[in-house]
Structure formats: C-alpha cells, structure tokens
Nanobody, 124 residues
Framework: QVQLVESGGGLVQAGGSLRLGCVASGSFLSINGMEWHRQAPGKQRELVATITGSGFANYVDSVKGRFTISRDNAKKAVYLQMNSLEPEDTAVYYC??????????????????WGQGTQVTVSS
C-alpha cells in the first residue's frame, strides 16, 4: 500500500509565503510524475503544478512566477513553495504521485495515489 502524507498548510496574509510538502511511503519501485492540485469551496479540483521524474516542471497560468514545485527523489517527496499568496489561492491542496509498483517479473503497473489534503487560507 502506498500513502502520501502532506504538511505545511495554514493561514497566511496576502503577500505571504507557505511551503507545502508531501512524502510517499509504502511498497513501490519508483515514482514518475508528481503533482499538486487544489480545490476551492464550490469549485472543481484544479491542477496547479506538475513535475516529471527528471525534474521538468509546469504550472497553471495563475501561479506562474509565484509558485515553485520541486522534488527530492531520495526522500520520495514533492514540495510546493508558494510566494506572493493571494486570497484566490485559498483552497485545500492535494498532492498526487504516479507510482510504479511490481505485480510480477513482467508487470509493473503505474497507479495514481493522492494525499489527504492540506488547507491553505490566505486572508486579505
């Protein structure tokens, strides 16, 4: 079983910064892409940032220049540094990981796992 545990959410004033972390644990071979999503009240879950296994990052337009996604493969972790936060960034933030597992000597399925979510609230 694979678990993703998030940390780092909280309450911050507009213009402030927060750093989210997400660590994977359990039995698996490796992790491919990792992502951060967010869901604001009354809205659909939104993809915020992605990072490939080799470290290539991509962002939704609304956070470009303010958020930075990074990963530490040795720690099986992904991070989201959020600067210049705005009230519109208020949401529950979820990490996800595409995890490579092993069923047999020839079967290595990739499954997506999700963290439990961490609340980020930005006050104006």
């Amino acid at each position: 079983q694979v678990q993703l545990v998030e940390s780092g959410g909280g309450l911050v004033q507009a213009g402030g910064s927060l750093r989210l972390g997400c660590v994977a644990s359990g039995s698996f071979l490796s992790i491919n892409g990792m992502e951060w999503h967010r869901q604001a009240p009354g809205k659909q879950r939104e993809l915020v940032a992605t990072i490939t296994g080799s470290g290539f990052a991509n962002y939704v337009d609304s956070v470009k220049g303010r958020f930075t996604i990074s990963r530490d493969n040795a720690k099986k972790a992904v991070y989201l540094q959020m600067n210049s936060l705005e009230p519109e960034d208020t949401a529950v933030y979820y990490c996800s990981a595409n995890v490579v597992t092993r069923i047999s000597s020839t079967q290595f399925p990739v499954q997506r796992y999700w963290g439990q979510g961490t609340q980020v609230t930005v006050s104006s």
